[in-house]
């Protein structure tokens, strides 16, 4: 059975500390791995991860995945009170017909 | 990137009742898809919205329940049908365009139902 796995499941820090944020998987067919970071209601897309050992960088968060042991880390440093969200990691297959997600990672920055 | 515009952003129903959610996108797209997430918990897909015909259901979820309409590329609608408290949830409607790899979202639909 597919299946993406996310841990932590909770994380709560103060600002100005990095977190790592890890994302198994077990897919048939895989694609490409997905990061989104849900504040409210709709996720917004972060990284999109294709090849290993590539890192994706946007600004303090930064991501790299390891296709032959499948799995991605996500990572904040300088962790402000704005990155309090939960982070979900998908995984998609050969033809981007399915996305399979995590159960997400909930990260509380406190001042 | 595509702009979704999904409504109602919420609404608190009677059980029993139906409600139906629309999602319409600005560009043509390849997929639809519509998503639940319970309280607390990660994203479930549905089913794929399928133009022209009938949609595609994953497990534990079916038709009766769950009818879903796409009449072209842009536009699609989800309707929960005979609701319980136990479909209170987020409602999210998710798409990918021909040129794009990545899955997009609507801005989602809260519901409670009492």
């Known amino acids: 059975e597919d299946k993406v796995v996310q841990s932590p499941l909770s994380l709560v820090v103060h600002e100005g500390d990095t977190v790592t944020l890890n994302c198994s998987y077990e897919v048939t067919n895989f694609r490409s791995l997905l990061w989104y970071k849900q504040e409210k209601k709709a996720p917004t897309f972060l990284f999109m991860l294709t090849s290993s050992g590539i890192e994706k960088k946007s600004g303090r968060l930064s991501s790299i995945l390891d296709k032959k042991e499948l799995f991605s880390i996500l990572n904040i440093t300088a962790t402000q009170t704005g990155d309090s969200a939960v982070y979900l990691c998908a995984v998609t297959i050969y033809n981007f017909n399915k996305f399979y997600f995590g159960s997400g990672t909930k990260l509380n920055v406190k001042p | 990137s595509a702009v979704i515009s999904q409504k109602p952003s919420r609404d608190i129903c009677q059980r029993g009742t139906s409600l139906t959610i629309q999602c319409q996108v600005d560009s043509q797209v390849t997929m639809m898809f519509w998503y639940r997430q319970q309280p607390g918990q990660s994203l479930t897909l549905i089913a794929t919205?399928?133009?022209?015909?009938?949609?595609?259901?994953e497990s534990g979820f079916v038709i009766d329940k769950f009818p879903i309409s796409r009449p072209n590329l842009t536009f699609s609608t989800l309707t929960v049908s005979n609701m319980s408290p136990e479909d209170s949830s987020i409602y999210l409607c998710s798409v990918r365009t021909a040129f794009n790899e990545k899955l997009f979202f609507g801005s989602g639909t809260q519901l409670s139902v009492l």
């Open positions: 919205a399928n133009q022209g015909s009938e949609a595609t259901y």
